[in-house]
């Protein structure tokens, strides 16, 4: 996927994360709620903190 992004036309800022836990880590250090993604894409297998338990943390804070 992010090959397919950083090939495209567009001038895309793909930002990575191991697993669920980085995810919100990163999300939640982002303080210009401006600079927050427009698109988020989760494995369905992320170690750690599973696509579940992620999506929930992430509708659980009014922010993201």
């Keep these: 996927m992010r090959d397919v992004l950083k ?3 567009y001038d895309f800022l793909v930002q990575e994360a ?13 303080t210009d709620d401006a600079q927050l ?9 992320m170690p750690i903190m599973d696509v579940r338990e992620t999506l929930r943390d992430i509708k659980e804070d009014s922010r993201l």
């Excluded at 191991?18 to 982002?30: C, H, P, R, T, V």
């Excluded at 993604?37 to 297998?45: F, H």
């Design 7 to 9: 090939d495209s036309d």
């Design 18 to 30: 191991n697993n669920g836990k980085e995810a919100l880590q990163y999300l939640k250090s982002i």
């Design 37 to 45: 993604p427009y698109l988020i894409i989760l494995d369905m297998n």
